[in-house]
């Protein structure tokens, strides 16, 4: 599905990435780990299109800076950014129909009725705007309008960044269900729930691979060994 090669990208004499090299398959969850300035929003920029690289990025077999980031999105590469961005002026109703113009003649398995099994504490707001919605409600609205868009491949940007560990359990219970069979790169600092629900784990250090393998290898040890560069 989604396949890295000797992937750099650089900020003028920056360096972010070096060679980073990895495949997510089709229907699996990858965690991309690391600590901050790691690289990991530089990786999801470019797999999105959003900035220019060296080596390459293949989705589906076709290389991803001959599609260009509105063509991605067309064929499914969705990402759920940090940040959220949701549209703060439009009801969480209308958040959720903003993604349905994504559908690209997709079929979802999710629908805006979906969403609101998924997330009940979204149901009984579903003509709140966005700007009223605590950080926890704009997460879950921005992941429910990612899904409703019948993803081919999701990037999910830190989906726990700034949420109370309570809300952080409820995202993390919802995604264990709904991202079944879905394609998902995850990037997060929140390394224990990254690992109970991805099939595999790479981790960043300076813009390198460190390690990758199996969650089940990332021990305490591992992980703070891997963060530090291998």
């Known amino acids: 599905m989604l396949k890295l090669s000797n992937l750099s990208v650089n900020y003028g004499v920056v360096r972010a990435l070096n060679d980073v090299s990895f495949e997510v398959p089709e229907g699996h969850i990858t965690a991309l780990l690391g600590s901050n300035g790691a690289g990991k929003t530089s990786l999801l920029r470019a797999v999105s299109g959003l900035v220019p690289y060296l080596g390459s990025i293949t989705f589906d077999g076709t290389e991803a800076s001959k599609l260009g980031p509105e063509h991605l999105a067309r064929a499914g590469v969705l990402q759920v950014p940090e940040g959220r961005r949701i549209v703060a002026d439009l009801t969480v109703v209308e958040n959720l129909k903003l993604g349905l113009t994504a559908l690209g003649g997709r079929v979802s398995k999710v629908d805006i009725d979906g969403v609101f099994e998924i997330f009940p504490a979204l149901a009984g ?79 960043l250090a300076q813009g390198n691979v460190s390690a990758k393998g199996a969650p089940s290898i990332f021990t305490r040890d591992f992980l703070a060994k891997a963060y530090l560069g291998g």
Not at 135 to 157: C, K, N, S, Y
Not at 174 to 185: E, P
């Open 125 to 203: 707001m579903k003509e709140r705007e966005g700007w009223m919605l605590s950080g926890g409600e704009q997460q879950m609205l921005a992941i429910g309008r990612a899904l409703v868009t019948a993803p081919r491949l999701l990037l999910l940007d830190e989906p726990s960044l700034g949420l109370a560990p309570v809300i952080i359990k409820a995202v993390y219970e919802a995604l264990a269900t709904v991202l079944k069979g879905t394609t998902v790169l995850l990037v997060e600092q929140s390394t224990a729930n990254a690992l109970s629900l991805c099939n595999e784990a790479v981790v």
